[in-house]
């Protein structure tokens, strides 16, 4: 019997089937944080620090989440936006350029994700889509067209809770950052990496009274040429949309 898919990719990723890693070949390390040179406009964010969140136990955060799939019209706050990026890829501090260390576990420190957000409905943010830049706790407005809401909707197997979200969470998996070091057992990592961040997601939320709904089925073709992504080096891994209750 053929091997499926799926055994044969764990199969091929066993460490007894890794050669020499890119790293322990001399390459150089890949960037922190891919350069951002479409930006329309670069919006500064509050930061951690100066932004006031309700106090909850966490065992009430764990307890009362669930998926969420309707919201409110209500919009969210600069601040509260800041503060579910900062508990998903915020920064705490950069070693000599060699990695970062962030609010969630990444395997090796890669941190191999460009967090890009489709909004809709956030207090002093015009619509559309955006990137955030981790290492500068910034906000990247970039070129996108009017219909993406619908769009992004329909490419991910119609599912319009895009449409209504207050703002929808896309995670941009960068190949080269993980496979530098881990070659193809890098993808595996990749993957655990996505179900940590959004499960920051899934915690901050639930502390500022909004709710979230994972999202896996998408046509992944469809859904990285939307965001201008080559769907090999670059591709959307993970995805959740997010508002008010």
């Known amino acids: 019997m053929t091997d499926s898919?799926?055994?044969?990719?764990?199969?091929?990723?066993r460490y007894q089937n890794m050669g020499p890693s890119l790293q322990e070949q001399g390459a150089p390390q890949p960037a922190l944080q891919l350069p951002c040179e479409n930006a329309l406009e670069i919006i500064a964010l509050p930061a951690i620090d100066q932004i006031a969140t309700p106090a909850m136990d966490v065992r009430?955060?764990?307890?009362?989440?669930k998926t969420l799939r309707k919201?409110?019209?209500?919009?969210?706050?600069?601040?509260?936006?800041?503060?579910?990026?900062?508990?998903?890829?915020?920064?705490?501090?950069?070693?000599?350029?060699?990695?970062?260390?962030?609010?969630?576990?990444?395997?090796?420190?890669?941190?191999?994700f460009e967090t890009y957000l489709l909004i809709n409905r956030v207090e002093d943010l015009q619509p559309g889509l955006y990137r955030y830049l981790?290492?500068?706790?910034?906000?990247?407005?970039?070129?996108?067209?009017?219909?993406?809401?619908?769009?992004?909707?329909?490419?991910?197997?119609?599912?319009?809770?895009?449409?209504?979200?207050?703002?929808?969470?896309?995670?941009?998996?960068?190949?080269?950052?993980?496979?530098?070091?881990?070659?193809?057992?890098?993808?595996?990592y990749l993957h655990l990496d996505?179900?940590?961040?959004c499960q920051n997601l899934c915690t901050a939320a639930e502390t500022i009274d909004c709710g979230l709904c994972p999202i896996a089925a998408y046509d992944d073709d469809q859904v990285n040429a939307l965001l201008g992504l080559d769907g090999e080096e670059l591709f959307v891994i993970y995805m959740a949309s997010l508002g008010k209750k």
């Open 5 to 13: 898919t799926g055994k044969e990719f764990m199969r091929r990723t």
């Open 60 to 65: 009430q955060a764990l307890g009362q989440r």
């Open 194 to 197: 996505a179900g940590h961040v």
């Open 134 to 188: 981790a290492l500068d706790h910034t906000l990247a407005r970039l070129p996108a067209p009017a219909d993406l809401p619908a769009s992004l909707s329909e490419a991910s197997l119609k599912q319009s809770k895009i449409a209504y979200s207050a703002v929808t969470f896309l995670w941009v998996a960068v190949r080269e950052r993980m496979v530098w070091r881990y070659n193809e057992r890098g993808y595996r």
């Open 71 to 112: 919201y409110s019209e209500q919009s969210l706050s600069l601040d509260e936006l800041a503060y579910l990026l900062w508990a998903t890829q915020g920064v705490k501090s950069v070693k000599e350029n060699a990695h970062t260390f962030r609010v969630v576990p990444s395997a090796g420190a890669r941190h191999a």
